[in-house]
């Protein structure tokens, strides 16, 4: 079983950057790939970035490309989210997951493992 502990979330100013950090325990943290997802209040969970668990390959939505960065630090079984000139409609619950296979999936029923969520809030 794996656990993942999301942070970092919090309330911004429209053009502000965050961080969220995902920690990840009870499995090896490089046989899983990483994602984040998010889901804004009367919508849909939808996929944001994901990093692959071997070759680190990434994937960002498109209205997130050029602003926000996946990154993984396999010796803290840390995934990263740096988020940069934050709009307003990035206003969501911001959750990890993590999936058992090498491949990058963009579909929330393609991962095994979920977070609590963070919220975060950009005012305009």
């Known amino acids: 079983q794996v656990q993942l502990g999301e942070s970092g979330g919090g309330l911004v100013q429209a053009g502000d950057s965050l961080r969220l950090s995902c920690a990840a325990s009870?499995?090896?943290?490089?046989?899983?790939?990483m994602g984040w997802f998010r889901q804004a209040p009367g919508k849909e969970r939808e996929f944001v970035a994901a990093v692959s668990r071997k070759s680190g390959i990434t994937r960002y939505a498109d209205s997130v490309k050029g602003r926000f960065t996946i990154s993984r630090d396999n010796a803290k079984n840390t995934v990263y989210l740096q988020m940069n000139s934050l709009k307003p409609e990035d206003t969501a619950v911001y959750y990890c997951a993590a999936r058992d296979s090498q491949w990058i999936s963009f579909e929330v029923k393609r991962y095994d493992y979920w977070g609590q969520g963070t919220q975060v809030t950009v005012s305009s």
């Open positions: 009870g499995r090896t943290f490089t046989s899983l790939t």
